[in-house]
Structures are given as C-alpha cells and as structure tokens.
T-cell receptor, first 113, second 114 residues
C-alpha cells in the first residue's frame, strides 16, 4: 500500500533554532498537507499544498510540494516553546486510491527554552 | 461555527462489549474518515466514506464497523471482535471527489478497555 516515510522521528532543539522535516514516498500524490497535534487533541491543519513545486508559508512555517510529487518538506524558523508537538505530513492520492488520506508516522518536536 | 464534533471525549468499555463513537460535521463535506492512533504512533485509517450510503475499508478495518446514513454523521462501532481496542480515535472530513482538498479533524475519543 501507499506509505509516507517521515523523518526525523524526533527532534530536540533550543528555542530560536530552525527546524526541518520531510516526507517521501514511492507513490505520486496530488495534495500534501502538514498538521500539528498537541497531546490529547486532534491534528490541526497548518499548510496545504496543491501543486508540484509549490512553496507556501504560514507565519514562521514554510512547506514545499516536491517537483516529483513524491515528497514534501516543512520548515519552522526561529522555534519557540509553543511549537512543541507532533507534526504529521499527509497526502491525497489519485487513481484507485482517490479520496484516501495517507499519513506519515510523525515528527515529535521538543523545544528547550 | 463549522466543525467536526466527536463524542464522547473519553469512553470506557468492558471486555466483550460493542461501543459506538460519534462523529458529526456541519462543514457540508462529502467525505469522512476514521483513524486510530496508538501512543507514539501515526494515524492508521480504519474506514472512509466519500458519499452517503457508501464506505470503504481502510488499512485496519477488522473488528470495526461504520454506517453513513446521513451526510453529517459517520459513527464508528468498535466490536468485541477488535482484540486491542484501547486507542485514541480520530474522525476527519473533507470535500470529496476533488483533487485539491483539505481534511479537518475532530478532537478525538480516547477509548479504554477495562
């Protein structure tokens, strides 16, 4: 089946540092989404990417839809303590998997003040 | 406010019981999804539905059942056949049959077998 390989699995950084995480797959996807989840809550959508090569920002967050449509990355600049959480990539495919949303395993982010 | 509502927030089940988790959305979305999340793990797809009266098995459908009688509602039943049901369950919805779409999540239901 389709899989998204997300890395790194976890990151421990100092406040003010930049963060980078990515997702790769052997399959082609039509939409890439990045979510943040805090303990005991549902994931919250951060950024949506619809077009290969697209680079989109949301405040200190920047994400890109890979040109091959098989990967995406998320960068967080100047991290702050409230950035702590689990970040997930997700993607919608086409073809016979149309409408099925696949998730990466998540990146656990810890920010030390 | 538009959104997705899951209830209850916490649910306790005895061995051998069936329990039903509620998911309601007022976003007018066609597609709805159920995911299971185990501690420290990603989200695994249980079932999804792109239209009323139709649904598809996801990657871990065994021991679960769903119905989609109304566009707004997609309840999940965890049956006694599910051997390890303790987990965090998440419901999501999106505009279906569209290439460019976003999925939004409810707050989750934490199910514990006692």
């Amino acid at each position: 089946g389709q899989q998204l390989n997300q890395s790194p699995q976890s990151m421990f950084i100092q406040e003010g540092e930049d963060v980078s995480m990515n997702c790769t797959s052997s399959s082609i996807f039509n939409t890439w989404l990045w979510y943040k989840q805090e303990p005991g809550e549902g994931p919250v959508l951060l950024i949506a990417l619809y077009k290969a090569g697209e680079l989109t920002s949301n405040g200190r967050l920047t994400a890109q839809f890979g040109i091959t449509r098989k990967d995406s990355f998320l960068n967080i600049s100047a991290s702050i303590p409230s950035d702590v959480g689990i970040y997930f990539c997700a993607a919608f495919a086409g073809g016979t998997s149309y409408g099925k949303l696949t998730f990466g395993q998540g990146t656990i982010l810890t920010v030390h003040p | 406010d538009g959104g997705i509502t899951q209830s209850p927030k916490y649910l306790f089940r005895k061995e051998g019981q069936n329990v039903t988790l509620s998911c309601e959305q007022n976003l007018n979305h066609d597609a709805m999804y159920w995911y299971r999340q185990d501690p420290g793990q990603g989200l695994r797809l249980i079932y999804y539905s792109q239209i009323v009266n139709d649904f598809q098995k996801g990657d871990i459908a065994e021991g679960y059942s769903v119905s989609r009688e109304k566009k707004e509602s997609f309840p999940l039943t965890v049956t006694s056949a599910q051997k390890n049901p303790t987990a965090f369950y998440l419901c999501a919805s999106s505009i279906a049959l569209a290439i460019n779409t976003e999925a939004f999540f409810g707050q989750g239901t934490r199910l514990t077998v006692v």
